[in-house]
């Protein structure tokens, strides 16, 4: 079973940044695709981010230009920088091996960070 660790979460004002990462146990992730979800009270879990293993992207179009993944495999860790982050962000995130392209995880969910967004 394909297992992660999120942290970096936290309280941050509207149009402040945060750096998530997700650290791959048990495993290499170097040939694996990786999305960052995230799921807000109420709501369905959504695909946010997610990188191929060459290093391709994709996004969700709410957080296009705000949102960067990057993946350093000799860390084995995939990260999430957050710019100008809004309210609506406010979500735990939660990360997992993905098909990239249309941003579908393999569902193997670790405990997720939060993210809370507010002034």
């Known amino acids: 079973q394909l297992q992660f660790v999120e942290s970096g979460g936290g309280l941050v004002q509207p149009g402040g940044s945060l750096r998530l990462s997700c650290v791959a146990s048990?495993?290499?992730?170097?040939?694996?695709?990786i999305g960052w979800f995230r799921q807000a009270p109420g709501k369905e879990r959504e695909g946010v981010a997610c990188i191929s293993s060459s290093n391709d992207t994709n996004y969700a179009d709410s957080v296009k230009g705000r949102f960067h993944i990057s993946r350093d495999n000799a860390k084995n860790t995939v990260y999430l920088q957050m710019n100008s982050l809004k309210p609506e962000d406010t979500a735990v995130y939660y990360c997992a091996a993905a098909q990239w392209y249309l941003c579908l995880p393999v569902p193997s969910w670790g405990q997720g960070t939060q993210v809370t967004v507010s002034s």
């Open positions: 048990g495993f290499t992730l170097d040939y694996y695709g």
